[in-house]
């Protein structure tokens, strides 16, 4: 009982501490993306550490995994390297009491995967969105300062103002860029002013003396127009179908029969049995002999890993486009995996037995 939760405490502390560190590194990346809208007024300070703690939230089902893996790696690195293994079976203890240790920790851990995976992460991308919507509603052009190009709805909107009067609710020499999927529209205008619709509560932007230009992306060919009075309507961007289903609750996946439904649903359930495989993995990568060193696999381990979530993920699109039917879906790619750490967990056993 000891050694067991000797064990996995050597396996918890380094879990804790890189865990720890990548969301701290994730969080700085995250961070970096949405305060300057901060910093600019465009949105509430609050709201960009929302967004940034849901971020964080929604990583958590492949961090986790992750940390666990690289974990196992390291702790079960050093138990070879400083011959502790080695000690316990001349003890008697066999190596599968300390692969035993190894998957009960990986258990907890995947319990706690499932939970992000399959009520966590949807929540918290339908959060997400819900925010960036509000924060939208609440564009203020005279927050803006002038001569900085301001991007709104992820990108699709480009705003640019020569000079910004706040007194009088206006901005001058205005350009503004939106993408849309079969144009590209460009207004400039001497002048635009800001008010909310009387039903919909929603911004809308009006220009005073200005062009009109448009882009088809498909044929070579546009239209300008001048006008003297203009407006646009700066709502929500409509979500993208593949950030609906995400932010589907797993209920309702469950009941559904569209691939790209069906592709996340899967996703979600083999977040936890991925986190277990990839434990037992690292506690198979990790045997090595004195001589190669306590981290000799770790080079081997992190390029496995990325060949596994990266295929995982093209399965995944694979799946959902109809290319790759609901079963096996995604999971031949976890069969794939449980057959190669079925090899590595028994080749040190068949070559013990051999010397026999």
Not at 109 to 131: H, K, V
Not at 154 to 177: E, S
Not at 263 to 270: K, Y
Not at 295 to 324: D, E, T
Request: charged share 20%; hydrophobic share 50%.
């Amino acid at each position: 009982m000891i050694l067991d939760r000797y064990i996995r405490r050597e396996v918890v502390k380094p879990t804790v501490a890189i865990c720890s560190l990548l969301v701290f590194i994730f969080g700085c990346y995250i961070a970096a993306r949405y305060l300057e809208d901060a910093v600019n007024g465009q949105m509430p300070g609050g709201t960009v550490l929302l967004l940034i703690l849901l971020r964080i939230a929604i990583a958590l089902e492949v961090l986790l995994p992750m940390t666990l893996y690289l974990s196992v790696i390291i702790a079960l690195g050093r138990l070879y390297g400083d011959n502790e293994v080695m000690a316990m079976v001349s003890c008697g203890i066999p190596t599968a009491r300390v692969l035993r240790s190894v998957f009960w920790v990986a258990l907890v851990a995947g319990g706690i995967t499932a939970c992000f995976s399959i009520q966590i992460r949807p929540w918290a991308w339908e959060r997400f969105y819900d925010l960036k919507a509000r924060a939208m509603l609440n564009f203020d052009i005279t927050r803006m300062r002038g001569g900085t190009f301001y991007e709104i709805q992820d990108g699709d909107r480009v705003i640019f103002a020569d000079r910004v009067d706040g007194q009088v609710n206006a901005a001058r020499r205005i350009f503004i860029q939106t993408r849309r999927e079969q144009a590209l529209e460009v207004i400039f205008a001497r002048e635009a002013r800001q008010r909310r619709d009387e039903k919909t509560g929603v911004p809308i932007l009006e220009f005073t003396d200005g062009y009109f230009y448009e882009f088809s992306r498909q044929k070579n060919q546009g239209r300008i127009m001048q006008f003297g009075k203009s407006m646009i309507q700066l709502s929500p961007k409509v979500p993208h179908r593949d950030f609906k289903v995400k932010a589907a609750a797993t209920a309702v996946l469950a009941r559904s029969e569209d691939p790209e439904e069906i592709a996340e649903r899967q996703w979600r359930l083999a977040a936890p049995v991925s986190t277990v495989l990839l434990a037992l993995l690292g506690a198979a990568l990790a045997h090595a002999s004195p001589r190669q060193g306590k981290y000799a696999r770790m080079p081997a381990a992190v390029v496995v890993f990325a060949v596994y979530y990266n295929l995982s993920a093209v399965v995944k699109k694979w799946v959902g486009q109809g290319i790759i039917g609901p079963m096996p879906g995604i999971w031949w790619v976890q069969f794939l995996m449980a057959a190669l750490v079925v090899v590595l967990l028994w080749r040190p056993r068949i070559a013990v037995r051999r010397r026999g």
